[in-house]
């Protein structure tokens, strides 16, 4: 596959990057230029200057739709139960039980590994 080979013939390029700081600090601005450097590298293409800020914008939502990124926030008042998987209640209001059922649902980050494991 085309993201392994060159993966292997460039060990300097992370893929895995977390952007941290308080609120308003740019973080969800950054994580657009950080993609699209990762993008540049792997898939050879031309990214738009930084002042031409919508045509980044642009681009990033591109490889959003084709789903080669993915954008999520994690947030640290985030349990297990949403970040890989949790317990929860099934709400059916049309039936009158009082016995309550429930569920295993995945959390965001076991989605977004799936995803990934499927791309493979």
């Known amino acids: 596959m085309k993201m392994k080979k060159i993966l292997s013939e460039n060990q300097n390029l992370s893929l895995n990057q977390i952007l941290y700081?308080?609120?308003g600090t740019g973080k969800t601005y950054h994580?657009?230029?950080k993609a699209l450097?990762?993008?540049?590298?792997v898939e050879n293409i031309q990214i738009p200057s930084q002042?031409?800020?919508?045509?980044r914008k642009k681009l990033f939502d591109e490889y959003v739709e084709k789903g080669q990124i993915i954008f999520t926030?994690?947030?640290?008042?985030y349990g297990y139960e949403?970040?890989?998987?949790?317990?929860?209640?099934?709400?059916n209001d049309e039936s009158n039980?009082?016995?309550?059922?429930?569920?295993i649902s995945d959390g965001v980050f076991k989605e977004l590994c799936d995803k990934a494991l499927k791309k493979l």
């Open 37 to 41: 450097e990762i993008l540049a590298e």
């Open 51 to 55: 002042d031409n800020r919508n045509n």
């Open 73 to 77: 926030t994690f947030h640290q008042s």
């Open 97 to 103: 039980s009082k016995e309550v059922q429930y569920e």
């Open 21 to 23: 700081g308080p609120p």
């Open 31 to 33: 994580t657009i230029d």
């Open 82 to 91: 949403e970040y890989v998987e949790g317990v929860k209640p099934i709400i």
